[in-house]
Nanobody, 120 residues
Framework: VQLQASGGGLVQPGGSLKLSCAAS????????MAWYRQAPGKQRELVAG???????NYADSVKGRFTISRDNSKNSWYLQMNSLKPEDAAVYYC???????????????WGQGTQVTVSS
């Protein structure tokens, strides 16, 4: 199983970006999907998460600006980021917990990270 993140880039303050993450492979089901970020010199932090049932949670710093969504048919999830601020600049990582269909064991996976730069 691999997670492939995409959609990062350079945007001006107040602008928008949409990140995407797709899980490839077979023999699994995805439980929780999430986005984390890590800025230079800071710890990795949870930005947003979404459960199988569609329940979402957000870091206080992004509430009202970011929206996480998922497309189960594509094993994909997204992070729509609006009203971006310079402090949102970081490497964004997608994350998921997956259940192996045969063993029923759960595993955690990370994507490779995508850079988001917010600057004028």
């Amino acid at each position: 199983v691999q997670l492939q993140a995409s959609g990062g880039g350079l945007v001006q303050p107040g602008g928008s970006l949409k990140l995407s993450c797709a899980a490839s492979g077979s023999g699994f089901s995805i439980n929780t999907m999430a986005w984390y970020r890590q800025a230079p010199g800071k710890q990795r932090e949870l930005v947003a998460g979404i459960t199988t049932g569609g329940s979402t949670n957000y870091a206080d710093s992004v509430k009202g600006r970011f929206t996480i969504s998922r497309d189960n048919s594509k094993n994909s999830w997204y992070l729509q980021m609006n009203s971006l601020k310079p402090e949102d600049a970081a490497v964004y990582y997608c994350y998921a917990t997956l259940t192996n269909s045969e063993s029923r064991l759960q595993f955690q996976y990370w994507g490779q990270g995508t850079q988001v730069t917010v600057s004028s």
